[in-house]
């Protein structure tokens, strides 16, 4: 037995089910399929993920038990009648009134009266090139009982009460949600006002996220009027220090996963021959103005301090630093929020840290062996852009200024 997997070679290819070589072989595989089940409380769905397959279970689709009035329910879930389920106007079946979207073919469905105070919020997690709608808790606690006020909000938002009050006890704009719909997004605001609390609806596209990244600058250059910036793909761009409406400092962590795997033919499945971790953690600040929404991005690892004339230190921190100081002297109009570090575990509900996987390719471990290795990098960089963006939107709004740009 290597690698946790057990070799039966020995057996024949085929094997042979009436032999005990047969049964172990049966054995380790029932054995093998792990199972997760994920239980939907509004719709009652159960999903069973095995190893080499899934199988996908709609227990709504069992009239028995969709109709079952006894009211009896596994797992603190609700049954509905017959008359309270909502029937969608695309594929005519059945749906609990607690979903806005048919469960079947993803079409809205209608409002009824009976169904307005049972409708519920999905909260699905969107994938990277869907555009959402980001609740935004503002500042403010709601008035009468903490407990029940924030109890209820929190099961709204499918949060813990703690992290909630939490944010609310920050004293900040956050968003604690990211809906699919704009109905989705406005039934979140109309729950949440009739708890007392101040709800602001920001879309995708007014975080300007078609825009594109911010531009990473290598060398800045202060004259008495006008910041000017040099990108990393060698492009000038300019400002004048009026111009900035927003400094804003955090940190970009980003965590890659390496696994080297070796496959054959006598053993089924991959064994891992080498894992490696690495960790990088670095310095960013963001110079934002009213007229360009992407904004300049510095790294301080990557960065020219030339800038800070007879300032410069011989340490990169330390010239950052520096810099921020500079800035934030020149700019004298501009907004600083250095609070990102502070909050960012806050903003996992609404935006969660990005994972992406590739392929690391092949790597020869010896004449006629090679081992394939797959690559797993996790980030914060579209967290802290967004972050970011929120905080040039919103003080935009405080002076009215336009926001289109």
């Keep these: 037995m ?3 997997v057990r070799d039966y070679t020995s057996c024949g290819r085929q094997g042979n089910p009436d032999n005990a070589c047969g049964a172990r072989r049966r054995a380790a595989n029932d054995g093998a399929h792990s199972r997760e089940r994920d239980q939907t409380s509004s719709h009652g769905i159960g999903t069973d993920v095995h190893t080499n397959h899934t199988v996908k279970r709609l227990a709504v689709e069992d009239e028995n038990q969709l109709f079952d009035d006894s009211g009896a329910t596994t797992g603190g879930q609700r049954r509905f009648s017959p008359e309270e389920l909502v029937a969608c106007e695309g594929c005519r079946r059945a749906n609990p009134p607690t979903r806005m979207s048919c469960l079947y073919c993803g079409a809205k469905l209608p409002l009824t009266a009976a169904g307005a105070a049972l409708r519920r919020p999905t909260l699905r997690p969107l994938e990277d090139w869907e555009r959402g709608h980001n609740v935004v808790l503002l500042p403010g606690a709601p008035p009468g009982s903490r407990t029940q006020t924030f109890a209820a909000a929190a099961e709204l938002l499918s949060i813990a009460a703690p992290r909630l009050i ?3 006890d920050a004293r900040e704009a956050l968003p604690v949600a990211r809906a699919a719909s704009a109905d989705e997004a406005k039934l979140i605001e109309e729950r949440l006002g009739a708890l007392g609390f101040k709800v602001l609806i920001v879309a995708d596209d007014e975080l300007a996220e078609e825009a594109g990244p911010p531009r990473r600058v290598r060398k800045l250059e202060f004259a008495e009027d006008v910041l ?3 990108t990393s793909g060698g492009e000038q761009a300019s400002a ?5 409406v927003l400094l804003a ?3 970009i962590k980003t965590k890659r996963v390496e696994v080297e795997e070796r496959s054959g033919r006598v053993r089924p499945g991959a064994e891992v021959v080498d894992a490696r971790e690495i960790f990088a953690d670095e310095a960013a600040l963001e110079i934002h103005t009213a007229r360009d929404a992407c904004g300049w991005r510095i790294m301080s690892g990557n960065f020219d301090y ?3 004339g007879a300032r410069k230190g011989l340490l990169a921190l330390r010239n950052f630093e520096t810099l ?3 800035l934030r002297a020149r700019a004298a109009g501009a907004a600083f929020d250095g609070g990102y570090n502070r909050l960012r575990h806050l903003l996992s509900a609404a935006w969660p840290l990005a994972e992406r996987e590739e392929s690391g390719g092949l790597r020869r471990e010896r004449p006629g062996k090679f081992n394939a290795e797959a690559v797993t990098v996790v980030s914060n960089d579209a967290q802290f852009t967004r972050y970011v963006r929120l905080r040039r939107l919103l003080e935009l709004r405080r002076r009215g200024a336009d926001v289109s740009a």
């Design 228 to 230: 000017s910036a040099w």
């Design 324 to 326: 921020i100081e500079e």
């Design 2 to 4: 290597r690698g946790g």
């Design 249 to 251: 400092a955090g940190r």
């Design 306 to 308: 030339t800038c800070l």
């Design 166 to 168: 939490e944010a609310v």
């Design 240 to 244: 004048s220090w009026g111009e900035v």
